[in-house]
């Protein structure tokens, strides 16, 4: 490794922009992609980011390093980006070591080693190499634990989520092929569970997305609802309820988006017997203990379907407040897509036991539900501002609502 006695490394400094290239690393991770994030900075200031995109972008190249090189040249004005300091959360590959030293760059600051690829001293030294590299001074370790804690944290998410996506598939039921919902990607983290008991081994599909805790209410008196258990309707899955569970999130609250057994991305059972509002209220409940929402926590159910906010109300016990939507809170707006998207999660007839025995679901009107109504589903406005407007509702009704835990 090259050391430069005339640099001086100011490590505060160090630790600040690998912060920074951490909040790029996470940005990576939820688009599904390795969290590996970097930035490039000259006296102080940033002249390029970049996180690791190669799925998304279709590009080999695409590694954090190389994005945030392209944009500070163009910054510069200059291929030479020297003076520069490049700071990244994993040590370089190669590829990117090669990228690096023809930028000329003045210092490469790497936090967790890579021993199966690394190229800065794990697996060889591309910078020790005396004919290739004058310039370019290297150090690695800085904030080494929190890069290779993102990392393992997000290795160990995906290997639990494809256990999760092996679970067999029960006789009586049936699954859309994945293939059906490559046009409708989804805006949050897809999670699946099977082990609950009311689903007897049938795959569920959730997205949560959990308040900050420095947004959570923290201080009596609980006045913010502890949840929102965000529904589709008969006709729905999901995928239309990601810009409002966006929005939601936005505004501090903790949000909870399920596909119902034989909607969306969860398991399909055949038996229209099976498809009775009890069950799958159940289910939901099921799933709320489940996160750790038991009992004691708080919920309110929103839904763009009337029936639906009757007919499942009744079974959750811990259920404080309704919120009715407007329907058709499609991603897009646009009637084409949302008719597309609809249809998505059914493939052929034997698929639509769910919504077909819904439909014929007898239940009490939903004015006569003992619980707070608010009702916004004829009002067209965009998410953000139905969001804003739920949880204003929600926190001015001081409602017992109990601490975020
Ligand atoms: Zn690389």
Not at 84 to 94: K, Q
Not at 166 to 195: G, K
Request: hydrophobic residues 45%; aromatic residues 6%.
């Amino acid at each position: 490794m090259h050391t430069n006695p005339n640099t001086s490394i100011d490590i505060a400094t160090d630790s600040a922009w690998m912060r920074h290239a951490l909040t790029l690393a996470a940005q990576a991770a939820a688009a599904g992609e390795v969290p590996v994030g970097a930035v490039v900075v000259k006296d102080g200031q940033l002249l390029g980011q970049g996180y690791n995109a190669p799925i998304a972008l279709h590009d080999p190249s695409a590694h954090a390093e190389i994005q945030a090189l392209r944009q500070a040249a163009q910054a510069l004005g200059n291929y030479r980006l020297e003076g520069c300091t490049l700071y990244v959360t994993l040590e370089p590959c190669t590829m990117c070591s090669g990228a690096l030293l023809a930028a000329r760059l003045a210092r490469v600051v790497y936090g967790a080693p890579e021993p199966k690829t690394g190229a800065a001293g794990s697996v060889h030294n591309v910078f020790a190499l005396p004919q290739l590299n004058a310039h370019t001074q290297v150090q690695g370790g800085v904030l080494a634990q929190e890069c290779s804690a993102l990392l393992q944290a997000f290795f160990q998410q995906r290997r639990q989520q494809q256990r999760q996506q092996a679970q067999p598939l029960r006789q009586d039921a049936l699954r859309t092929p994945p293939a059906r919902f490559a046009d409708f990607p989804l805006s949050a983290p897809s999670h699946y569970v099977a082990d609950l008991p009311p689903l007897a081994g049938l795959r569920l599909h959730y997205q949560y997305l959990q308040a900050a805790p420095e947004q959570a209410n923290a201080t009596p008196p609980f006045t913010s609802p502890a949840t929102w258990l965000l529904l589709h309707g008969p006709q729905g899955w999901c995928w239309q309820m990601q810009d409002l569970l966006l929005a939601l999130h936005a505004q501090g609250q903790s949000v909870l988006t399920v596909d119902l057994p034989g909607w969306g991305m969860s398991d399909k059972p055949k038996k229209p017997a099976t498809h009775q509002p009890a069950w799958h209220g159940q289910v939901l409940q099921a799933l709320c203990q489940h996160l750790g929402l038991g009992e004691q926590h708080a919920l309110v159910l929103a839904a763009d379907d009337a029936l639906w906010l009757a007919a499942l109300a009744p079974s959750l016990p811990n259920l404080q407040a309704l919120c009715w939507l407007p329907a058709g809170l499609e991603q897009a707006g646009q009637q084409g897509q949302l008719k597309a998207a609809q249809a998505a999660p059914f493939p052929d007839a034997g698929h639509r036991a769910g919504p077909k025995t819904a439909a014929k679901w007898s239940t009490p009107p939903l004015a006569q539900s003992p619980l707070p109504l608010l009702d916004l589903h004829a009002r067209a406005q965009p998410p953000q501002a139905l969001a804003m407007q739920a949880v204003e509702y929600f926190a001015a009704l001081q409602l017992p609502y109990l601490p975020p835990t």
